[in-house]
């Protein structure tokens, strides 16, 4: 019996392939948005400005204290209800970059108040602009601190993307759930749904791995 499950699920292969590459797209788009929007957020959630400040930190807790499958609902059971319909995939993207940007905010945020103040007293006294400082004097020191954690952060991103299968998102643990309907051998079939997101997680595990051993060499050299 369970070589004829087999069988099966081979032939469900290029199904659950194109789940992958649903998956792919969904993480690539919302890793390139949370990237950009969570780097704006983080120098600003470091500058001066006590508004923006403590405005961007209420919004991360708010994100990062709540269940992300909340967030999804809200953003396409919920928003419909103002106005703002969305197609499933549109909404999933929206959910997982400001997801990611929030948890992102933090880690930049993180590295470059991890500068040393003097730094900056230094560059000011150059004469050097805030953007100038930013450029060539915080974002330098800080990115050996903010990189290892990002990549990591890219990892739970793409995990997290399992949860949009819920809004109809064809992803490949939505395919997994259509496939035990018909494969009822549970263990297989997200066996091969844990080996897919395991084949895109873990050269991003090894590569966060590598960067965390090189920083920490480049420190002890300091």
Same mark, same amino acid.
């Not at 259509?178 to 066996?191: K, N």
């Not at 991003?204 to 920490?216: A, D, H, V, W």
């Given at each position: ?9 081979? %032939?469900? !292969? ?15 788009? =919302?890793? @390139? ?12 959630? #470091?500058?001066? %400005?006590? +508004?923006?400040?403590?405005? @961007?930190? #209420? ?15 809200? @953003?396409?059971? +919920? ?29 930049? #945020? ?14 000011? #006294?150059?004469?050097? &602009? ?16 903010? +990189? ?7 990892? !739970? +991103? ?6 949009? =299968?819920? @809004? ?23 066996? !091969?749904?844990? !080996? ?11 590569? &966060? %791995? ?13």
């Amino acid at each position: 019996m369970w070589g004829f499950y087999f069988n099966e699920l081979m %032939n469900s !292969l290029p199904f659950f392939l194109k789940g992958l590459w649903m998956t792919v797209a969904v993480s690539g788009l =919302s890793l @390139i948005a949370a990237t950009i929007i969570g780097f704006v957020l983080g120098i600003m959630r #470091a500058g001066q %400005n006590k +508004i923006l400040r403590y405005g @961007i930190g #209420a919004w991360v807790d708010v994100t990062r204290g709540t269940p992300f499958l909340v967030q999804v609902f809200i @953003i396409f059971f +919920i928003l419909p209800g103002v106005g703002i319909e969305l197609e499933a995939f549109p909404a999933a993207v929206i959910a997982l970059s400001n997801m990611g940007a929030c948890f992102i905010c933090e880690i930049v #945020a993180g590295g470059i108040l991890a500068v040393p103040q003097g730094q900056r007293e230094a560059a000011t #006294a150059s004469g050097l &602009s805030a953007y100038q400082q930013m450029r060539s004097i915080v974002m330098p020191q800080a990115m050996p601190s903010i +990189i290892p954690p990002l990549v990591g952060q890219y990892v !739970l +991103i793409i995990k997290d993307s399992s949860v949009v =299968s819920a @809004i109809g998102v064809v992803d490949v643990t939505r395919v997994g759930w259509l496939t035990v309907q018909r494969i009822p051998e549970g263990l297989m079939v997200f066996g !091969l749904v844990g !080996l897919l997101y395991f084949s895109i997680c873990y050269p991003l595990i090894l590569l &966060s %791995n590598y960067l965390e051993r090189r920083m920490s060499v480049e420190k002890t050299r300091l």
